[in-house]
C-alpha cells in the first residue's frame, strides 16, 4: 500500500539558518503530494501542495518540488524563524488509497531558537 | 465562516464510559474524516465519509462507530472506551472532486484531546 516517511525529529535551528525535511513516498499511479503544518494547540493546516512530476509548491518561504525519479518531496526554507515552530507532515494522496484520502507521515517538530 | 469545529476541547473518561465527539463544517464539503493523532504514529484514519448517510472504514476502525445523518455533522463515538483510546482527534473535511482534478485539500478542526483512565 501506499505510505509516507519523513525524518525523525527534533530539529532545532538558529533563527535564519537553513531548513531542510526530508520526505519520501511510495504510491502506485500519479499521486498528489502535500506539507501540512501545525501549531501548538492548533489543527493541521495546508503549508503546500503538488500535483504532479517537477511541480515546486511553495507558500511563506517554504518549497518543495515533487521528485518523482526520487520519490521524494523534501521541504525546505532558507531562514527560517521562531514563528515556524511547529510539526510539519508530509502526505499524499491519489495513490491506490484514492484521491479523497490522505496517507501522512508521522511528522517532524521544528524547534526555532532566537 | 466557522471552518470545521469540534466538541468538546477536552475529555476524561473512565474505562468502559461512552461518549460522542461532534465534529460540524459550514463549507459544505462532501466528504469528512475522524482521525486519531498518537505521539510518533502521525495521523490514522479511524473512519470517513464520501457523503451524507454514508460511512466507512479507515485504518483503524475498531472500537469507534461514525455516523453522518446531515451533511454538516460527522459524529465519533465511543461505546466502550479504553485506555488505549487515549489520544488526541482530529475532524477534517474536504470537496469533491471530479476525475482529473489532481487532489483536494482537507480542512482540520482544532482537535479533540481525550483521556481514558
Known amino acids: 500500500g501506499d505510505s509516507v516517511t519523513q525524518m525523525e525529529g527534533p530539529v532545532t535551528l538558529s533563527e535564519e539558518a537553513f531548513l531542510t525535511i526530508n520526505c519520501t513516498y511510495t504510491a502506485t499511479g500519479y499521486p498528489s503530494l502535500f506539507w501540512y503544518v501545525q501549531y501548538p494547540g492548533e489543527g493541521l493546516q495546508l503549508l503546500l501542495k503538488a500535483t504532479k512530476a517537477d511541480d515546486k509548491g511553495s507558500n511563506k518561504g517554504f518549497e518543495a518540488t515533487y521528485r518523482k525519479e526520487t520519490t521524494s518531496f523534501h521541504l525546505e526554507k532558507g531562514s527560517v524563524q521562531v514563528s515556524d515552530s511547529a510539526v510539519y507532515f508530509c502526505?499524499?494522496?491519489?495513490?491506490?488509497?484514492?484521491?479523497?484520502?490522505?496517507?501522512f507521515g508521522t511528522g517532524t517538530r521544528l524547534k526555532v531558537l532566537a | 465562516n466557522a471552518g470545521v469545529t469540534q466538541t468538546p476541547k477536552f475529555r476524561v473518561l473512565k474505562t468502559g464510559q461512552s461518549m460522542t465527539l461532534l465534529c460540524a463544517q459550514d463549507?459544505?464539503?462532501?466528504?469528512m474524516y475522524w482521525y486519531r493523532q498518537d505521539p510518533g504514529m502521525g495521523l490514522r484514519l479511524i473512519h470517513y465519509s464520501v457523503g451524507e448517510g454514508t460511512t466507512a472504514k479507515g485504518e483503524v476502525p475498531d472500537g469507534y462507530n461514525v455516523s453522518r445523518l446531515k451533511k454538516q455533522n460527522f459524529l465519533l463515538g465511543l461505546e466502550s472506551a479504553a485506555p488505549s483510546q487515549t489520544s488526541v482527534y482530529f475532524c477534517?473535511?474536504?470537496?469533491?472532486?471530479?476525475?482529473?482534478?489532481?487532489?483536494?485539500?482537507?480542512?482540520f478542526g482544532p482537535g479533540t484531546r481525550l483521556t481514558v483512565l
Open positions: 463549507m459544505n464539503h462532501e466528504y
Open positions: 477534517a473535511s474536504s470537496y469533491s472532486i471530479g476525475a482529473g482534478s489532481g487532489y483536494n485539500e482537507q480542512f
Open positions: 502526505a499524499l494522496s491519489g495513490g491506490t488509497s484514492g484521491t479523497y484520502k490522505y496517507i
